[in-house]
């Protein structure tokens, strides 16, 4: 019956296609109505369901009560000590060490160069050894008189080794000798006798320090020293200090400071003779806050001359270490009584004709702050910067020329100077084969009285560096600038320009083996023409070779 009923829908099928195409091919449908039938396709609309998942009332919290019990089992452990068994360190090879070294060689302007250093070898109770130098120079500078200078020394030292103690001593003998050059016309108006400045240095002192390590015991170092300095002006001076310096840690902190006694009688052939004496007692409390450190003190001087005067200053100085090991900020206050002598004048001018009366120098205010930051194990940057007030700042004074030729000496005068400076300085170095370091300072002085500061520049940098080859070949080089100074112009009671100089100078050592090596120098080798002092031009290019020696 199915059968049949589905083949009748195809038959009604067909029959009603066949009419429909029947009709179209007359091109007129009417209005018939047709239907069409199709099979059954039953839907399911979706259900919802009961959920049978079991619930509570959450409108009431339930805390459970808990408790937790640990039993107490106590268990037996056992251990046996068995010694331990040395451990054997390979003999590390000792470096071998010889007595002397000398170190020799000649240079342009006949110049010649030696220094030996003979010295006894390891030992537990004692430790001695001499050391001479010698270098001079007999060259000419165009126009100008005869430079010709030398410098000389012989020290003896010593060290005793005791059970708690150590005891050092020495005794040197230096001797230097300049020339007045400073005069063009004419170059022979002088012979090299009426020119000479010779000094002779005679020094001898001791030192007596415990071999204390332990910061929290009291811990000390006291010196004596005495010398007697002069030069062929009759010009003498002697001087003596005791000092000591003692420190021992208290309360988390360390206490320190430094007493002296500086007694000075300066012969002075112009002038009445003076005596200047300094007494005086630095004490100092360092303690740790971490990250930051604080020293307090102060500094008290009694500066003994016609009259007592007592100057006390404070110090505080504050270390901030941001980062360990990689950044430092620091800032410091104080003042302090300086010395001043005969001696470091001549050093760093001998071309003084009289130093005059001697004074000491008064720091009434010095402050300065500063960050040291360590980029990494390689580069290292510095920069300080600071403010000083002196009292009696030495400052070095041209002296009238000599008629009738130019002939010009110095003298010193003292005033009183403000002085601000900023330094900054960054060093890289790659273990012992390379390193170079190049630093820049700025100064400003306003003196009280001097119009212009005398032959102090107003900006200094230098440059300096290294290079290892192999261990074999080591390159050093030193650059310097030097800004303009000031000399007094007495012909219109102005001033004169010195100009400012480049002063260059490259090295090479060359280790032939462990004891023999050569060396070459070169000075000024872009063969500047300057003058370190006025109407004092300086040698331009310069060369040296030479040699060391270990016996």
């Known amino acids: 019956m199915i059968r049949s009923k589905f083949a009748g829908q195809i038959c009604l099928a067909i029959i009603s296609f066949s009419s429909t195409v029947s009709y179209a091919q007359d091109g007129n449908l009417g209005d018939e109505q047709i239907n069409v039938v199709k099979p059954y396709q039953p839907t399911l609309s979706d259900a919802f369901k009961i959920s049978d998942i079991p619930g509570r009332d959450t409108s009431v919290v339930f805390i459970p009560q808990m408790k937790y019990e640990t039993d107490k089992v106590n268990y037996p452990t056992t251990y046996t000590i068995s010694p331990i068994k040395a451990v054997n360190i390979k003999d590390e090879n000792i470096k071998k060490l010889y007595h002397g070294f000398i170190k020799a060689g000649y240079g342009t302007k006949n110049t010649p160069y030696a220094e030996i250093f003979y010295n006894s070898l390891r030992s537990k109770k004692l430790d001695a050894g001499i050391h001479l130098n010698h270098i001079s120079s007999t060259g000419k500078v165009k126009d100008y008189g005869f430079p010709g200078m030398s410098e000389s020394g012989v020290e003896l030292y010593g060290s005793k080794f005791l059970r708690d103690h150590t005891l050092k001593g020495k005794v040197g003998y230096d001797r230097s000798v300049y020339h007045y050059y400073g005069y063009l016309d004419p170059p022979d108006q002088f012979g090299k006798s009426e020119t000479k400045h010779s000094f002779d240095d005679v020094s001898v002192g001791f030192d007596f320090m415990s071999n204390e390590t332990n910061k929290q015991r009291f811990r000390y170092d006291a010196s004596l020293e005495f010398r007697n300095f002069g030069d062929n002006k009759d010009y003498t001076e002697n001087n003596l200090l005791l000092s000591t310096h003692m420190a021992k840690e208290i309360d988390n902190g360390e206490l320190f400071g430094d007493i002296e006694l500086d007694v000075v009688k300066y012969d002075n052939p112009v002038d009445a003779n003076e005596t200047r004496n300094i007494f005086r007692i630095n004490p100092r409390y360092r303690f740790e806050l971490e990250p930051v450190t604080l020293t307090a003190g102060g500094n008290f001087a009694l500066d003994i001359n016609e009259e007592t005067d007592i100057l006390v200053y404070p110090f505080v100085r504050v270390d901030y270490h941001p980062i360990a090991e990689t950044m430092s900020l620091y800032a410091e206050l104080s003042g302090d009584l300086q010395r001043r002598t005969f001696r470091q004048l001549s050093i760093t001018n001998p071309f003084m004709e009289s130093p005059g009366e001697i004074l000491n120098t008064r720091k009434k205010f010095d402050l300065k702050g500063g960050m040291v930051l360590k980029l990494d194990n390689q580069v290292l940057f510095q920069v300080e910067g600071g403010l000083k007030r002196f009292k009696n700042d030495a400052f070095y004074v041209n002296l009238p020329e000599e008629f ?148």
């Open 404 to 551: 009738p030729t130019t002939l010009v000496k110095y003298n010193v005068g003292f005033d009183e100077n403000d002085l601000f400076y900023v330094r900054t300085e960054i060093t890289y170095e790659q273990y012992e084969k390379t390193g170079v370091s190049l630093n820049a300072t700025y100064f400003s002085n306003s003196p009280a009285t001097l119009d212009k500061p005398l032959f102090r520049p107003d900006f200094i940098l230098g440059l300096k560096g290294f290079y290892n080859i192999g261990d074999k070949i080591r390159v050093t080089t030193e650059w310097n600038y030097s800004g303009q100074q000031y000399a007094i112009n007495y012909e219109d009671g102005g001033f004169r320009t010195v100009k400012g100089y480049i002063d260059g100078n490259l090295g090479v050592d060359y280790l032939y083996s462990k004891v023999l090596s050569v060396f070459l120098n070169f000075n000024n080798i872009t063969a500047s023409k300057y003058s370190r002092w006025y109407n004092y031009p300086s040698y331009r290019f310069m060369a040296m070779a030479g040699l060391s020696y270990s016996f």
